[in-house]
């Protein structure tokens, strides 16, 4: 039996999350990072006796499409997953019902969900520093439940809150970080971004290609990459009004 941690971070958030369950929920992890274009999740096939942990953010209210169809080509072979979406302290709407819905068209048995915080992908002051040290203890708690469920061998999926999407997430040009004159051209960037949307010599990005999960902001050593003073300040005013209230973990057995 072997126990996988498959997770869709892009700036870091999500895997935090993660790896505070997969800690209390496993002594061994096998990590796999689903953001890495050049791993090939055709090859990731598991069985009855394994158990995953997959972990999404939720951006507007569902799964990143990229993830959907990078999370698709999973073989899941039975194994039971525990499924986790986290969300800026906005709202995550549809992203759980959809992600026990992916996850049950792979092959995978969902016993457990968890609803969890991170700081905001774009206004980073939304929910700063979460999962804090309070966050971490209540997801502690959660992974000795989820535990308990699963040492007890029941198999019952989840109820969870909204509805899967009909259709997938409209495609269009996203909101797609440029980099200033402080860039140094390192390349970096354009080496982690999960859909290859940014050149690797001129460091432009393609906005159609570019899903705004803001990856390369968070990987730039330099903070040369921004979606803008202008952008960046309106945005984070309105989110900061919007997700003024502390919301907290929940968990669905």
Do not use: W
Request: hydrophobic share 40%.
């Amino acid at each position: 039996m072997k126990f996988y941690e498959i997770t869709f971070s892009p700036t870091g958030g999500t895997k935090k999350a993660a790896d505070i369950l997969c800690r209390n929920l496993a002594e061994q992890v096998q990590e796999i990072d689903a953001c890495d274009r050049n791993t090939d999740l055709s090859e990731l096939i598991l069985t009855e006796e394994d158990i995953a942990l997959i972990a999404v953010p939720s951006y507007g209210g569902r799964i990143p499409q990229t993830a959907v169809l990078r999370l698709e080509k999973i073989t899941g072979g039975g194994a039971r997953v525990v499924l986790v979406c986290v969300y800026g302290n906005r709202a995550y709407d549809n992203t759980l019902a959809q992600l026990v819905d992916v996850s049950c068209k792979a092959g995978f048995r969902p016993v457990a969900a968890v609803a969890a915080l991170a700081e905001h992908s774009i206004a980073r002051k939304v929910a700063a520093g979460r999962p804090d040290a309070e966050d971490e203890k209540v997801l502690k708690k959660m992974a000795g439940q989820i535990r308990e469920k699963l040492d007890a061998g029941k198999i019952t999926i989840p109820q969870v809150p909204g509805k899967v999407p009909e259709k997938p997430a409209a495609k269009g040009p996203g909101m797609a970080p440029a980099a200033s004159e402080a860039c140094v051209k390192c390349g970096l960037c354009a080496e982690k971004c999960p859909v290859g949307a940014i050149d690797p010599v001129t460091m432009v990005p393609d906005a159609k290609k570019c899903f705004s999960c803001m990856r390369c902001i968070q990987v730039c050593p330099i903070g040369a990459r921004s979606l803008g003073r202008v952008f960046t300040s309106l945005g984070g005013v309105a989110l900061s009004v919007l997700c003024a209230n502390r919301k907290e973990c929940e968990l669905y057995l």
